[in-house]
């Protein structure tokens, strides 16, 4: 029997928030790639990335964002491709990307000198390892093992995770979800948004958001009951932190929660299943060699997903 609380979400889904025009598209997209690599004897994985937007005005001037470079989803993706996987990357528009979030912080006309008036070169001080990136991002181009798709509203991040869900169902429990994007608690239903642009000349602004749904429960109930299924956990104060992340999981039912803290996200994690709990950190010696947590994330989360799978199929 349909679970009353996975339907009430469906309903709100179709009926507060607008269906992106493309998304059919893209769930068969998504839906070719994960048979194509499951086939080929691929794990696939669903990585969201970045903050979702959340518009006041429905001719959209002002909104509300939630945090999140994209840093996390990014770099993650290419740990998963170089241990085997193919990944499907549903990441904020201009929010940080595979191999050339390396580049972020350079201006690329610095990167770029002028010869002879007419030929451009690339300044190899500016950019020491672009030729290392190149050749990777080449390579993972070549092999299709990442597929990119966009959002930049709430409305267009849940509908497209729901149809990727429901795309990579069809590959049971060689899917993960790894759902590191930030995505906001609060939206106004497009029924209770002006059209037009709020007047300050009206006075002080107040307002009213509605809570969006949790769309893990669905999620994990329902789209894509048996894949292995990985949230994420922000918060600012430490004391609450695993606490919040063992609710997270008793309340959802799904297999891991990454846990971390605003200001010591890039150096220490905590990785809690049911049973278990791990930290990851990286030593200062690691912090030198730039070595990334990402790494460490990705290594625990693959080898878990690898039991998953086995005794799903034992
Ligand atoms: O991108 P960076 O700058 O590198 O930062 C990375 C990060 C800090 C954003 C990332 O590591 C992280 O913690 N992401 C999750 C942040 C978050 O929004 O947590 P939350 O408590 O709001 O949500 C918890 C989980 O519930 C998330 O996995 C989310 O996908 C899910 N969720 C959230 C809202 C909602 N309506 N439905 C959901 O299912």
Redesign the pocket.
Known sequence: MADPTVSSIDGKLAEEFSIPTHVEEVKQKMAAFATQHASAGRRVVLI????TKVPLESRTVRFLD??????????SAEYFIDSGYAVIFLHRHR??YPYTRMFSTINMLDALQLKGGEEVVVDQQVLPDIAKVLKKYSEVKESGLLLPVEFNT?SEY?HM?KVAAQALSTIGSKAMFY???????FYIPASDMPEHKIQSSDGPLQLSMK???????P?VKEWAPQAFV??????TDASILLE?ARR?LDT?RHQA????L?ET??TS?LVVTLNTQAELLLTEDEVKKQVEIEEKIVSNLTAAHHVFITQQAG
């Open positions: 969201t990335s970045g903050g939630n945090f999140s470079s994209g840093r996390r989803g990014s770099t929010s940080l709430l849940l995770l759902l590191a994007a930030a995505v906001s608690d809570m969006v749904p949790k769309i893990l429960s999620l990985v949230s994420f956990k922000l918060e919040k997270a959802y929660v990454v846990a971390n605003l996200r890039q994690v």
